[in-house]
């Protein structure tokens, strides 16, 4: 299933999606985009979590997660930060899916 595919089913199913991620999260916007440098950028699935007070950035991978996919997301969390948190929000939170368990050490 490529990145594309599983983002079209998870949104076909976000009300269920959105269930089992937890309380509070509420959907943003889907390959949201965003402009660094005159380059333009999207993130797959934005979120915004009410009790914390933060988004939530959300990168699907098809394949083994790589370093640039780490900085990229990296670069996303900067600018939500910078450019679209409020007053009172708390720093963003990232997290990159991929279909295959890895165990970070």
Do not use: W
């Not at 594309?4 to 998870?10: C, I, M, P």
């Not at 939500?80 to 929000?89: I, K, P, Q, V, Y």
């Amino acid at each position: 299933m490529s990145e594309t595919q599983l983002e079209a089913v998870l949104c076909g199913h976000l009300q269920q999606f959105l269930l089992e991620l937890g309380k509070g999260f509420t959907f943003v916007g889907r390959q949201y985009r965003i402009t660094l440098n005159n380059t333009h950028y999207k993130v797959d699935l934005v979120f915004y979590h009410r009790i914390l007070r933060c988004f939530v950035l959300t990168d699907l991978k098809s394949n083994e997660v790589l370093h640039r996919d780490i900085e990229q997301m990296n670069m996303h969390l900067g600018y939500f930060a910078s450019e679209e948190n409020s007053e009172g929000d708390n720093p963003p939170i990232g997290i990159i899916l991929n279909r295959n368990k890895d165990d970070v050490r």
